[in-house]
């Protein structure tokens, strides 16, 4: 693991927090192996949220373009008044307990995704046809507000999907509807049951929640059995990089970084943080799933 107290991100390792078509990405599973592989990135994970629709095409791109893969998802949760995304890796994905989990919390996601249109429909052009025109794998893919601006694109609202995040599809616009979620605790305990490894995404960023999760909420998660923190990630700033890499250490966790890249879908560039080796292959040595 990075030693605690490191102010940089590895310069070489893996990108493990990667979306694709199959939630809010923009490419194939197979041009994420393929852009990794030209970067010289040491191997990738995909990360869709709430599913593990894509993991067999990744897998397959893996071993035919020749780059080692971590298969995990992001999971939204809450933990009291806080929107938590949390990374789980190389757990049984035909565990029973964590596939309701998904399903329960994509038919949610689905639900409020179309009463936003709904209420969005009121003062701009678009319908939930325009939506689903937005997602490239139909049922298999996990439909958010990532499509709903997509579709504000398409029909000239916005210029690109940031711009219509920073407005229309705002967490703090008029048309938001928050996902009903599991607990934060619900999601370490199932990720667990299910043999995997659990890791707070971007526990530093403000910018995704005025109120961040305290020391005491993470610690309270520690000793439920949560395995790490991603440090290394654009949203979290120096301050809040200084403080997980500090709860990391006092309790032995493991340090992750991730790009969060989503293709064209956000301006996060493939590989522009990254997680170590050793930390990888403890995650893999922690799964019940092997890498390939």
């Known amino acids: 693991m990075i030693r605690v107290g490191t102010a940089a991100p590895p310069a070489e390792g893996w990108d493990i ?12 599973p197979r041009v994420l192996l393929k852009e990794a592989r030209s970067l010289r990135l040491h191997g990738v994970a995909i990360a869709d949220h709430d599913t593990t629709s894509g993991w ?80 490239r794998e139909g049922k298999r893919t996990t439909i958010g507000r990532p499509h709903i601006a997509d ?17 229309a599809v705002s967490a703090t616009s008029k048309y938001y509807i928050p996902t009903p979620s599991p ?24 910018r995704r929640n005025r109120t961040l999760l305290t020391d005491r909420q993470i610690e309270s998660l520690i000793t439920e059995g949560l395995d790490g923190l991603e440090v290394w990630h654009r949203g979290n700033p120096p301050e809040q990089r200084e403080r997980l890499l ?10 992750t970084g991730g790009s969060d890249w989503h293709g064209k879908g956000k301006p996060n560039v ?23």
């Open 17 to 28: 927090h990667c979306h694709t078509v199959f939630s809010d990405g923009t490419e194939t």
């Open 56 to 135: 067999q095409d990744a897998l397959a791109a893996s071993q035919e373009i020749g780059l080692p893969l971590l298969r995990g998802t992001e999971i939204t949760a809450v933990d009291g008044n806080v929107s938590v995304h949390m990374l789980a890796f190389q757990y049984d994905p035909l565990n029973a307990n964590i596939s309701e989990m998904f399903a329960s919390t994509r038919e949610a996601r689905l639900r409020r995704t179309k009463r936003m249109v709904e209420l969005m429909a009121q003062d701009f052009p678009i319908t939930w046809d325009d939506v689903l025109a937005q997602v």
């Open 151 to 167: 579709a504000l694109v398409a029909a000239g609202v916005y210029e690109t999907r940031s711009d219509a995040f920073a407005d």
């Open 183 to 206: 607990t934060t605790h619900d999601v370490v305990a199932a990720v667990k049951g299910a043999g995997g490894v659990t890791v707070i995404a971007h526990a530093g960023d403000p």
């Open 246 to 255: 500090a709860i990391a250490g006092k309790h032995d966790l493991l340090v």
């Open 270 to 292: 493939l590989g522009e943080n990254l997680t170590d080796d050793e930390t990888v292959q403890e995650i893999i040595n922690r799964g019940v799933y092997l890498s390939k």
